[in-house]
């Protein structure tokens, strides 16, 4: 008895991605099936952060093809994605508080005519997913006193409100302390229980770690952040 086939969440075939200095990726072939998370690993930069802004349907390649649970072009795969942790995409201001970055969040997904007030127990409804078995940020506290996991995972628990069947994380390598690496890969593999989750690093990664694949991905530039068309 066979077992059945992994249904495919993202397939990318000769994606390439140009800028105005030249290539700023691909080639790219990838096949991602649903669920669990995948690591593509490769070095940080331009390169790289486009890629996981094109998977997530913020950028649109200059040719190949992509296919993120059907969806093919960048607005249909917009819908169906969720990206955090890109800090040219989601940084947050050191001065604001963990409570009102929820509430507003909230109020953005919310609409109108809905009023969203200011609650403690919204932050343990957004962020407790994301954080699993640890310690939740004070509501009342501000960013700049968190410290860097904190601060990332907040980031993406924000990005994840929606929970859509792909979430797409930044680079796990731009945490300076490696057993945070560690740990934040660790709450990625718990979220593929429940959605498709791809991040990105340049480092090795504990083969211990859980259910997840390693994909090394050539061909990825790492001068700064193209800044480009978005997904027009």
């Known amino acids: 008895m066979t077992s059945a086939p992994l249904t495919a969440a993202v397939v990318a075939q000769g994606l390439t991605k140009r800028g105005p200095s030249g290539p700023v990726y691909g080639p790219v072939d990838l096949d991602v099936p649903a669920g669990g998370l995948t690591v593509l690993n490769g070095p940080s930069g331009s390169g790289r952060t486009c890629l996981l802004l094109t998977l997530a349907g913020r950028m649109k390649a200059k040719s190949g093809q992509l296919s993120v649970f059907g969806a093919t072009s960048p607005k249909a795969i917009f819908k169906l994605a969720a990206i955090g942790a890109v800090d040219d995409l989601d940084a947050v201001y050191d001065a604001v508080r963990v409570i009102d970055l929820v509430t507003e969040k909230l109020r953005w997904d919310s ?46 628990a924000l990005a994840n409100t929606r929970r859509p069947p792909l979430l797409v994380v930044g680079g796990v390598d731009q945490l300076s302390s490696v057993a945070d690496q560690q740990t934040l890969l660790q709450r990625l593999v718990d979220l593929g229980r429940e959605q498709t989750v791809i991040t ?15 994909i090394d991905v050539p061909n990825l530039t790492q001068n700064d952040l193209v800044h480009d068309e978005g997904t027009n």
């Not at 009023?115 to 954080?131: I, N, S």
């Not at 990105?200 to 390693?214: I, Q, S």
């Open 111 to 156: 609409p109108w005519y809905r009023l969203v007030g200011k609650r403690a127990r919204a932050v343990e409804a957004v962020c407790r997913p994301v954080f699993g078995p640890l310690p939740m940020p004070d509501p009342r506290a501000y960013v700049e006193d968190l410290h860097e996991l904190d601060v990332a995972l907040l980031r993406i």
């Open 200 to 214: 990105a690093t340049g480092n090795p990664v504990d083969a211990d770690l859980g259910h997840r694949r390693l």
